[in-house]
């Protein structure tokens, strides 16, 4: 059995006389320290899919399995552990807390879990040393995501799932971001599921998910993925 199954897969929104079907039976699977890239049109049920991956909403009918564990099966006091212990997420407006500093946004994240890491540890692991004191508001975009990353890997999560998380930053910054989330997959043995738009990232990846229509129509694997840095687009 992989790392992460999902099968089957099946999404529907009821929206008063009108079902939306947001992800049809989809199928794909991830082996754990994978850095997986999930690209495809808007509308195509990617970030539906984190969502369910990530604990947050759930599915229709078919299974979601991380780690051995029947995610889609949790309910109550052990789905709140599974988000809370096993997930961190990374979103594209970050959704820090403002009125915290830095630090304090990635503490306020590990104290609601057990095997937690340093925060100040993990602040000047993504770079940010010298800005723990400071709060959100006086970060650039590309640091406050940095922020939004220590948060969610302080967790010392399973599995670390970024919706977009370059989609609010301009070229260069971006890359750095994804230098970053590259790293911390390659060197915490983290396992990685990144959505963008930007198919020319594909080669940092050791997976490749194209979604369209609710499916993941094609799965591509990569058995040399190189560095973010040697890409340009
Ligand atoms: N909470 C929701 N209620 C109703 N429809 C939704 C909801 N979330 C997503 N959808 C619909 O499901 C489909 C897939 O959405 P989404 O997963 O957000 O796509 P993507 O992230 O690929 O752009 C879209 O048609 C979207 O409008
Ligand atoms: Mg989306």
Not at 149 to 159: F, M, V
Request: proline share 3%; hydrophobic share 40%; glycine share 6%.
């Amino acid at each position: 059995m992989a790392y992460i199954e999902f099968k089957n897969v099946i999404k529907e929104y009821k929206m008063g006389e009108i079902t939306i079907k947001a992800l049809d039976k989809t199928n794909f699977e991830i082996e754990k320290g994978e850095l997986v890239v999930i690209v495809g049109p808007s509308g195509a049920g990617k970030t539906t899919t984190l969502n369910i991956l990530g604990g947050m909403d759930n599915v229709t009918s078919g299974s979601v399995w991380v780690d051995g564990k029947e995610v889609s099966k949790l309910k109550n006091k052990e789905l709140i552990r599974y988000r809370r212990e096993d997930i961190g997420f990374v979103f594209q407006f970050y959704n820090l807390v403002q009125n915290l500093t830095a630090l304090e946004n990635v503490e306020l994240a590990t104290q609601i879990c057990k095997d937690s890491l340093s925060p100040e540890e993990i602040m000047k692991k993504v770079g940010l040393k010298d800005r723990m004191k400071n709060f959100p508001s006086q970060l650039s975009g590309g640091e406050q995501q940095r922020v939004a990353i220590a948060r969610a890997i302080a967790k010392n999560p399973k599995l670390l799932l970024c919706d977009e998380p370059t989609g609010a930053l301009d070229y260069k910054t971006g890359k750095q971001i994804l230098k970053l989330l590259q790293d911390t997959c390659r060197k915490e043995n983290m396992t990685v599921v990144i959505i963008t738009h930007n198919t020319a990232i594909a080669p940092m990846a050791d997976k490749v998910i194209f979604f369209k229509n609710g499916k993941a129509e094609k799965i591509e694997k990569n058995e040399n993925p190189i560095s973010i840095e040697q890409i340009e687009w």
